[in-house]
């Protein structure tokens, strides 16, 4: 710990600045990528976007082979929060039906219990999130940026 790190330290004990204060303080002094080493976790920033990236080696079509195939597919998280916004707007009906349609394939999923507020949640969990398949012939990654 740092002599300077000890001094904010101190303020906080001593109440003459508050915990955000200290923290911000603590912040402009870390050097980057030394966090690990003094305990101190800075947060993420949140995600803007959710990233799909597919490369293949062959075509998907049978029976058609037009070579490689690449997907990169870039979702603001903006429009994951409108979604789930407008899902409010879906009639109880059109609920039923897709509940029914999804436990049919073995999901268990009830879109009326998603609220914006578990949104952010959602999304927060979706900062840490990193997916990297290779496989022979296809390679997948997907994560937030």
Known sequence: MTENQKKILEMVADK???ADEAYRLLSLI???GD???SGIKIPKPAPKYLRVIVDTEH???HGCDNGPVHVNVRV??????AGVKLASLIPPEAYNQMDEKLKNRGIMFDLR???????EELIQALNDLEVNVDGSAEKFRVYTE
């Open 16 to 18: 003459k600045i508050t």
């Open 35 to 37: 966090a690990s080493d």
């Open 76 to 81: 603001p998280v903006a429009l994951i929060r």
């Open 113 to 119: 219990n998603m609220k914006p507020e578990n949104i």
């Open 30 to 32: 870390q050097p980057s």
């Open 59 to 61: 075509s998907w079509e």
